[in-house]
């Protein structure tokens, strides 16, 4: 790459961002510390502001509803269950348990809207017992729907319930079900975002550390990869305090991911570029200007491109999927500024002390000779690149795609347990939602009565 000026004038951004460098520092300092202290954790807020998982404007939902509101049961399609497990067979000790559980399950109709109470009912009692005897699962709708905050508080009164009264000896209850599955998604998803966040820095340092041979440029690449992730998380966090957009556990480990990723990428096309041109011989000052002028378009560029693209998202039906599509563009819009101003004036700062210097001879002969035949040969390089893509489509005929989050779910969570304590008693079948054909008339007199 050339270090030649495009131009022998300054970028006009370049020079106030120079001049200004200090007070464009403590600006987005000031706004960190404000979105750090003042706005609740983006975490905190995706579980207070969460929107349902399920689109309800879907047929089967849409169903699911009407027959609710028809017979009189529940209006949403957040579906618990109580799965009574004991060592040895259920006698009348677990049965009072069990009555005790299904009085207080009724008791609380601000969470629990209907209770299946098929072991109360000798008629039905068998439907609801393994055949071992030594299992008992009953079935609830409750308040919210999938994925709401109220779901998730109607589940966690049932689970207080079940924790606050006593089992006989032998016997164990657990809570599961599709409400307890979604539940414990969102909650292991917001521990899984520190896990990947601190593996992620602790990768990206050790790969600055190998390539800038720096600890001073390194961490302070990394600091201003964590002020990146900081301002982009306040920001979602601030507008979905106020109710402006919807979130779920996927839209925060993705802007999480993209922020890391985005905020690494532009810190090291800076500081390669300003190193690149000062081995080139310009000083410092022209370095810098040089280093904005190529840089800067490619972030925009890039950044752009980014946002764009999970905007797109938000056009989806599936709120697994929609969900994604704002916060993300807008986490990338708020890195690209950052990247546009608080990366160039840590570089205009650093660059005047003598700091972001090379340390080895940046060496582009190989990228040079690849450029080279790529300008010379661009049909065969092309079709060969076409090539290797397409060996990557060979898989796609066989890919089928699943929802199914119980399988991505640590095995320890209590959905998960108390899905395997059912699968010990029960057969599959069972525990799946059944096929309900809804069947509806404008009259009475259309539907045959039963004697």
Request: glycine share 8%.
């Amino acid at each position: 790459m050339t270090s030649r000026p495009l131009s022998t004038r300054p970028p006009r951004v370049a020079r106030v961002i120079r001049s200004l460098a200090l007070p464009i520092i403590l600006l987005w300092l000031v706004i960190a510390y404000v979105l750090g202290a003042f706005v609740p954790p983006l975490e905190q807020v995706e579980k207070e502001h969460s929107v349902s998982f399920i689109p309800t404007d879907a047929p089967s939902f849409e169903a699911v509803r009407r027959m609710g509101n028809s017979f009189g049961e529940s209006k949403s399609n957040s579906v618990a269950m109580i799965v009574i497990e004991g060592q040895q067979p259920l006698g009348d000790e677990t049965h009072r348990y069990y009555n005790e559980l299904i009085r207080q399950l009724k008791a609380d109709t601000a969470h629990v809207q209907h209770v299946q109470d098929f072991w109360g009912d000798p008629l039905t009692a068998g439907a609801a017992q393994s055949a071992d005897n030594k299992a008992v699962y009953v079935q609830m709708s409750l308040s919210g729907d999938l994925g709401q905050p109220l779901s998730d508080e109607s589940l966690q009164a049932v689970r207080d319930i079940v924790n606050r009264t006593p089992a006989p000896p032998g016997v164990q209850a657990y809570v599961t079900g599709p409400a307890a599955i979604v539940a414990d998604l969102s909650e292991s998803g917001n521990r899984t975002v520190l896990l990947v966040t601190g593996l992620s820095l602790s990768v990206i340092l050790a790969m600055l550390l190998f390539f800038f041979r720096s600890i001073f440029t390194a961490v302070i690449l990394l600091l201003l990869v964590g002020m990146q992730l900081q301002v982009a998380r306040g920001v979602i966090a601030l507008l979905g305090d106020h109710g402006l957009l919807g979130l779920s556990t996927y839209a925060v480990n993705l802007l999480v991911t993209l922020g890391i990723a985005a905020g690494t990428d532009y810190g090291i096309f800076y500081v390669g570029r300003y190193q690149e041109a000062r081995q080139a011989g310009e000083d410092r000052e022209t370095a810098f200007y040089t280093t904005y002028r190529s840089v800067a378009k490619v972030v925009l560029a890039s950044g752009l491109t980014i946002a764009g693209a999970v905007f797109c998202l938000s056009f989806t039906r599936l709120p697994y999927f929609r969900t994604l599509g704002i916060p993300c563009a807008l986490g990338m819009i708020v890195a690209v500024c950052v990247a546009l101003t608080l990366i160039p004036a840590v570089l205009a700062v650093g660059s005047r002390i003598g700091l972001f210097e090379p340390r080895r001879n940046i060496i582009a002969r190989r990228w040079r000779r690849l450029g080279t035949a790529i300008v010379r040969w661009p049909a065969p390089i092309l079709v060969a690149t076409c090539a290797v893509s397409l060996i990557g489509l060979l898989a796609l005929p066989a890919y089928q795609p699943g929802y199914n989050d119980q399988k991505y779910l640590p095995k320890d969570i209590p959905a998960n347990a108390g899905y395997e304590a059912a699968a010990r008693h029960f057969p599959q079948s069972l525990m799946m939602a059944p096929d309900i054909l809804l069947v509806e008339a404008t009259t009475t007199s259309a539907i045959p009565r039963t004697s």
